[in-house]
């Protein structure tokens, strides 16, 4: 089977999408490009399963190759036969080729190889034969080194446990053995740490959830728990024997404690680093596909476009940083108040937010939810209210703030706004991440976001390039209005890197907006590949021409106006309600036949008429709206049976953590999402999502809220 086959076979689609997948990206295409459009040439497959391709693809290489270096190194050796050799071409993963060939790898000299030297390689034979005269063999190979038979069968023990542990099919049936029988144990004493109902645990490996096993590495790291693993050694020691076993009960009794020296020094230590390494990288697998979803979902919160915000950033020693942007984003003003401890000064810190409501006409507060925000929202509690008596209505909504001070302290924020102080840019970062989430968020390393539990403890690499390719995908998704986007937002659209980002803003700032696609070309090093790549996904409104608005590519230009025509549309008078009826025109017209009029095929027609119909279109604009509030209740409020609103604000593979406005996060176990069974609950909530709640229990002294979803009717406002 070759790689194209097995890939096919190893993700469950057709040979055809596969090939055509990886001939795109041989030639350099992108993944968003590829999905959005080359959809005839890929089965329309998404985004993530083109990732997924190309990963199996690079692996699946990537073990030719190892292939191809084993095989040369091994007649270099003098080592390849004709069946080792159909071995390793055998070989499905890293782990099996890594056993056929570690017999042959240059080692350190070891209990094996010194028995070697001492010329006990005939001894080890001939006990594996079951040489029942083994003693007169020893006594032929005894020497000034190796005096006596006793001390010649020691060494003979040595080799045959390495030679056991070098043994590729046994190590592969101990594999098997080891996986199925492991138990972890945990244990630990220390007082006051968060890893108490680990300090007395058991629990069998293969069904440890991903978020158990993060957290144990990490009380292990931290010197809080201590780690061991069961198996069943009978059992193994049991596989050695048998498939060493011989005619001779005394050749057999020497390789059963061959066996037993061969698991205890060589085998279960290097069996047990391969289940932790193994279940810590499935549990890093299931925690990021968990973290992506997260991130997405923040990405695609929707914007809250025409209000005037104020960005609040809590604290306390050194004050709360405030700052004021209009609607469209820009910076108006910014103050320092102090309304929590050690100045308290609420009455001044209100006079202040008045006055920069009043004058800017502010609409809606951004409250970051980091230190201090419990505090200020207490303020900002009071301060609505009196607002209220002066008619004036104002709302404000908790933001996650997490990586604002990242952000704050960038180059790129210095940027923006040299003038100003660390932490008022970080005020300004809470309120556009209200303005326009994606277009802020990508200013920060998607690490920085807070996208999980134990997102630290992963593989930096792995996490990396998983959460980079999800905001790639994210913002070509949505799409980048060519005339306002900063270069952060630039590079993550398909075919654009940071240097042509920046040369796009440079042309930008020369020579005015762009008034069409075409310009790009006029772009330092944006060649024809990268235009193609990059064309669909950036939009200008009120260009040239009107398809410049849409996610039509340039390429189906011609295409799509001989659409239009065909469906009694006027290109140059084309009215919005009218263009709502276009996908119903295409019905009655036949998409078959449009496809023939046009050339093209249907996936792309029916883009083309779904991108026609709303021209311009924001797709965040159909996802739930932020919960705005103008009260808040405190924990001690919160009572059994209590029914509220909530965002789910973030989700693990045990539950989703819900904001019901009390600063402290509800968890929703997965057994309390739904009156039916959730194995995994991003397959029914994910962040962002409006949810009815009930409180189950509120622990005060810990601080933590169970909530159900259970026996509530969900209209889900799902993002």
Do not use: W
Request: glycine share 6%; hydrophobic share 35%.
């Amino acid at each position: 089977m070759n790689i194209l086959d097995k890939i096919a076979k190893e993700l469950g689609i057709g040979i055809k999408q596969v090939e055509g997948t990886v001939k795109l990206l041989e030639e350099g295409a992108t993944v968003p490009f590829i999905a959005r459009y080359r959809k005839e040439a890929t089965g329309s497959l998404e985004d993530q399963m083109i990732r997924e391709v190309e990963e199996r693809l690079q692996y699946l290489k990537g073990l030719e190759q190892r292939k191809e270096d084993i095989l040369r190194l091994l007649t270099e050796q003098g080592h390849l036969t004709e069946d080792l050799q159909k071995e390793i071409l055998k070989a499905e993963t890293m782990t099996r080729l890594d056993d056929i060939y570690q017999p042959y790898r240059p080692k350190k000299r070891t209990r094996g190889t010194i028995a070697k030297e001492k010329g006990m390689e005939p001894l080890a034979m001939a006990i594996l034969k079951g040489n029942k005269d083994y003693e007169a063999v020893a006594q032929g190979l005894l020497s000034e080194e190796v005096a006596t038979v006793e001390e010649a069968l020691k060494f003979a023990s040595d080799l045959m446990a390495e030679m056991f542990s070098e043994d590729a099919d046994l190590k592969g049936q101990l594999r098997g053995i080891y996986v199925r029988s492991a138990e972890i144990q945990t244990t630990g004493d220390a007082e006051n740490s968060p890893y108490e109902m680990y300090y007395d645990h058991k629990e069998v490996a293969l069904r440890m959830p991903s978020h158990r096993t993060l957290a144990i590495n990490r009380g292990e790291k931290e010197g809080i728990l201590k780690v061991s693993i069961t198996v069943d050694e009978v059992r193994a020691l049991q596989a050695i024997v048998a498939r060493y076993s011989t005619k001779s009960e005394n050749c057999n009794v020497l390789i059963k404690e061959a066996g037993k020296d061969a698991l205890k020094r060589l085998l279960l230590p290097s069996l047990e680093r391969e289940l932790r390494n193994t279940l810590t990288e499935r549990a890093e697998d299931s925690s990021i596909v968990v973290f992506k979803e997260n991130l997405k979902s923040l990405l695609l919160q929707p914007p809250v476009k025409g209000y005037r915000v104020l960005g609040y950033d809590p604290g306390f020693r050194t004050g709360c940083k405030v700052a004021v942007l209009d609607d469209t984003g820009k910076y108006l003003e910014d103050a320092t108040i102090y309304p929590t401890v050690p100045r308290k000064d609420v009455e001044g810190a209100k006079k202040i937010l008045k006055r920069l409501i009043k004058k800017h006409q502010v609409e809606i507060i951004s409250l970051g939810n980091g230190t201090a925000s419990r505090e200020s929202e207490l303020v900002l509690m009071e301060l609505i209210e009196e607002l209220k008596s002066e008619n004036i209505d104002v709302s404000y909504i908790i933001t996650n703030e997490a990586g604002a001070s990242v952000y704050s302290a960038s180059k790129l924020a210095k940027e923006e706004y040299p003038d100003l102080d660390v932490t008022i840019r970080g005020a300004i970062s809470i309120a556009r991440r209200l303005q326009d989430p994606l277009a802020e968020l990508v200013k920060i390393d998607p690490k920085s976001i807070g996208v999980g539990m134990y997102q630290h403890d992963i593989t930096k690499k792995k996490l990396d390039a998983s959460l980079q390719g999800v905001v790639e995908d994210t913002v070509n998704r949505v799409g980048v209005d060519l005339n306002t986007a900063t270069p952060a937002l630039l590079g993550y659209v398909a075919g654009i890197n940071k240097t042509i980002a920046e040369n796009i803003v440079a042309y930008r700032d020369d020579m005015g907006k762009f008034s069409s696609r075409k310009e790009l070309k006029k772009v330092k090093r944006l060649g024809d590949k990268a235009y193609e790549q990059c064309a669909g996904f950036l939009r200008i409104r009120e260009g040239k021409d009107f398809l410049d608005q849409t996610g039509v590519h340039p390429e189906s230009y011609v295409a799509a106006k001989e659409l239009l025509k065909a469906l009694n549309y006027n290109e140059k008078k084309l009215r919005m309600e009218e263009l709502q009826e276009i996908e119903a025109r295409a019905k009655t017209f036949g998409i078959e036949a449009l496809c023939t009029l046009t050339g093209l095929g249907e996936p792309t027609v029916l883009d083309i008429l779904k991108e026609l119909r709303k021209p311009g279109r924001d797709p965040r604009e159909d996802l739930p709206k932020p919960v705005f509030r103008k009260g808040v209740i405190d924990l001690k409020d919160l009572t059994e049976g209590m029914i509220l609103t909530g965002v789910v604000r973030n989700v693990a593979d045990f539950g989703a953590f819900v904001d019901i406005g009390v600063h402290q996060d509800g968890l929703v176990h997965k057994s309390e999402l739904a009156d039916k069974f959730v194995k995994d609950p991003l397959t029914f909530v994910r962040s962002g999502d409006v949810v009815e709640v009930k409180v189950l229990s509120v622990d005060l002294k810990r601080k933590r809220i169970s909530l159900t979803m259970k026996g509530l009717t969900q209209e889900l406002k799902t993002s």
